[in-house]
C-alpha cells in the first residue's frame, strides 16, 4: 500500500492533493482592494485565538510507544524502497524523510527499519489525539494523522473573565515568542495570545501524559499563521505568533509555493506572471490577477499573503469517506492494474464492514508517469443501489460488480490497448451514509472511527499532498481539473497545496 505522509511538512513529491480553504467573505476582500494595488501590508488584527498541533515524526513515534527499545536508535518507517519518515536519532545521522532505503542505509548503516505498511495503529493513535484536543475546546478540526486545528477563542475569553485585574498583567508567555518580540500585556490581542500559549503547553503535556506523543504548537490570530508559526522551533515546542510579527513571518517563506493555500499548478501559473515571492504577490496588481485566476481565487491568494485568513475553524465530524491507495514504480498493463484495484477494494470492504456506513459513490484515481510533477486523474460514479445493499454484509458479494465498476472507470481514463505507465491506484469509497438517522455521540464516533479515515486518501503517495483526509475547509485551492467527463462518470479535480 500506499503511505500517508505525515508531519512537518517536509519535501513533497506531488502537490496535486486535496486541501480546501473555506473562502474569504466578499465583504471583506472588496474592502481590501485598495490596499492590496498599493502593496501596503494590512494590520492583522483578531480576537481569534488559534493552535495548529503537529505531532513530532508521528509514525516514528507510534512504532516507539509499541516498541519502547527503539526509543535511543535511530529508526525510520518503511513503506515500499522509501524510509517515510525518521526519528531525530536518525536524522542527526542524515537520514531524512522520503529518502530511498538503500541511501537511507548507506547514510546510517545502524538504521531500525520497520515496516509501515498497515496504517491501522497510526490511524487509531491519530484518532486518540483528537479526542484528546476535544477535551480541551470542541472546535477541533483535523488536517490528517498527525495535524489538528484548535480554535480556543473560547476558552480564553473564560479563563480571562476568571483572572483578577492584576493577575492578567503579570501573564507570561509559555514557549517561544516569534521574532523574540516583547509582549505588551496592556494590548487585549497579546494577552489573548499569551493566554492561549498557556492552554496549548497544556495541551503537549497532557498528549504526553496521556498518549505518550510530543509535538510542535503554533498559536496566532488565524489559521494560516498558527500553521506557519507552529513548525519554527522543532521539535517538540511551540511558538507564539503577535500580529506585528505576521508580515516577517510571511516574509520569510523562501518561494510563493511554500504559503499554504497556494499548490503546485496555482504556483507555476504564479510565476509565469513574474510572481516569485510573497513580496511580488503582495504588490501585484490585483486586476491583473484576476483576469489570471479569477476574481475569487485572486483575492483570496493576495488576502494569504498579506497573513490574512477568516477562514473558520470547523469541527471535522464523522468522516465522509475513505479511501485506500497503493504507489509503484510502474503498473503498464490492464491486468496489472486489475489485481492492484482488487487488493484495495478487498481492504476497503472490510473497513466498510467495521464502519457501519454504506458509501454511495466509489472512485478510482491514478497517477501517470511523469518526469516533471505528477497530477492526479479521477472518475466517480454512483454505486447501484443493489451493490449497496450487499455491503458491510461481512462477504464479498459486492467485490465482483464494484471491480466492473472500477475497470470501467480505468479504461475511462487509460486507454488499456496503448502503452501507459502508472504508478499509483487508490480507491476511494465516498458520500458515506448511516443506516439509519440516529445520531451517535462523539463518544460512539471516535470508538469506531479509527477504522475510517476520509476523503481522497487514506494511503496516499509519497507525497505530502491529499490533505483532505478530513474534508477541511481550509485553503481552499484553485481548481485545475483534469479532464472533462462524460455522463455519469464525473472529472474529479485536483487541488494544488504546498505546506512550509
Excluded at 490570530?221 to 516577517?248: I, M, R
Excluded at 490577477?289 to 497573513?307: D, M, P, T, Y
Excluded at 451493490?387 to 465498476?405: E, H, S
Aim: aromatic share 6%; net charge neutral; hydrophobic share 35%.
Amino acid at each position: 500500500m500506499g503511505v500517508e505522509l505525515e508531519e512537518e511538512g517536509g519535501p513533497v513529491e506531488e502537490e496535486d492533493a486535496a486541501r480546501a480553504m473555506e473562502p474569504l467573505d466578499a465583504g471583506a476582500a472588496g474592502s481590501s482592494l485598495a490596499v492590496f494595488d498599493q502593496g501596503v501590508p494590512t494590520q492583522i488584527s483578531s480576537s481569534r485565538v488559534i493552535v495548529h498541533v503537529d505531532l513530532d515524526c508521528f509514525y516514528a513515534q507510534v512504532e516507539m510507544i509499541s516498541n519502547p527499545e527503539l526509543k535511543d536508535k535511530p529508526l525510520g518507517v518503511q513503506q515500499k524502497y522509501l524510509v517515510v519518515t525518521c526519528n531525530y536519532e536518525a536524522r542527526k545521522l542524515g537520514v531524512k524523510k522520503l529518502m530511498n532505503v538503500r541511501d537511507a542505509k548507506e547514510k546510517c548503516p545502524q538504521l531500525v527499519l520497520v515496516n509501515g505498511e498497515d496504517l491501522s495503529r497510526y490511524r487509531e493513535m491519530s484518532y486518540k489525539v483528537t479526542e484528546l484536543l476535544e477535551e480541551f475546546s470542541p472546535v477541533v478540526e483535523r488536517l490528517g494523522f498527525d495535524e489538528n486545528f484548535v480554535d480556543l477563542t473560547e476558552m480564553v475569553e473564560k479563563r480571562l473573565q476568571q483572572l483578577p485585574r492584576d493577575e492578567i498583567l503579570s501573564v507570561t508567555v509559555s514557549g517561544h515568542i516569534y521574532n523574540n518580540q516583547s509582549v505588551n500585556l496592556h494590548n487585549i490581542t497579546h494577552v489573548r495570545l499569551v493566554v492561549g500559549s498557556q492552554i496549548a503547553a497544556e495541551i503537549r503535556e497532557a498528549m504526553y501524559h496521556q498518549l505518550q506523543l510530543t509535538g510542535c504548537a503554533g498559536v496566532a490570530p488565524n489559521k494560516l499563521l498558527a500553521k506557519l508559526v507552529s513548525g519554527v522551533f522543532k521539535p517538540n515546542q511551540q511558538t507564539v505568533l503577535l500580529p506585528e510579527s505576521c508580515q516577517d513571518l510571511i516574509h520569510s517563506l523562501n518561494h510563493i509555493k511554500e504559503m499554504p493555500g497556494i499548490g503546485y499548478k496555482t504556483a507555476k501559473r504564479l510565476e509565469v506572471l513574474g510572481i516569485n515571492s510573497v513580496r511580488d504577490l503582495q504588490t501585484f496588481s490585483v486586476k491583473t490577477l484576476e483576469k489570471e485566476l479569477g476574481i475569487s481565487v485572486a483575492q483570496r491568494i493576495q488576502k494569504l499573503s498579506f497573513g490574512e485568513d477568516n477562514s473558520p475553524v470547523t469541527p471535522s465530524g464523522p468522516p465522509q469517506s475513505f479511501s485506500e491507495e497503493d504507489t509503484f514504480k510502474k503498473c503498464s498493463s490492464e491486468a496489472e492494474a486489475k489485481t492492484k484495484i482488487e487488493e484495495l477494494l478487498s481492504s476497503l470492504l472490510k473497513r466498510v464492514c467495521h464502519d457501519g456506513r454504506k458509501p454511495h459513490t466509489i472512485r478510482l484515481v491514478i497517477r501517470r508517469y511523469s518526469e516533471k510533477h505528477c497530477n492526479r486523474e479521477s472518475r466517480q460514479c454512483p454505486i447501484p443501489s443493489h451493490v449497496i445493499q450487499k455491503l458491510g454484509t461481512g462477504n464479498y458479494d459486492a467485490m465482483t460488480p464494484l471491480l466492473d465498476i472500477l475497470m470501467k472507470l480505468l479504461r475511462n481514463m487509460v486507454n488499456v490497448k496503448m502503452p501507459f505507465h502508472l504508478t499509483l491506484l487508490s480507491v476511494c469509497f465516498c458520500n458515506l451514509k448511516a443506516l439509519s438517522t440516529a445520531k451517535k455521540g462523539p463518544m460512539d464516533f471516535y470508538l469506531t472511527s479509527s477504522l475510517s479515515t476520509t476523503s481522497y486518501s487514506s494511503k496516499r503517495s509519497f507525497s505530502r499532498a491529499d490533505r483532505n483526509l478530513i474534508q477541511a475547509p481550509w485553503d481552499h485551492q484553485l481548481q485545475e481539473e483534469t479532464r472533462n467527463s462524460p455522463a455519469n462518470v464525473n472529472g474529479s479535480a485536483t487541488w494544488g497545496w504546498r505546506g512550509r
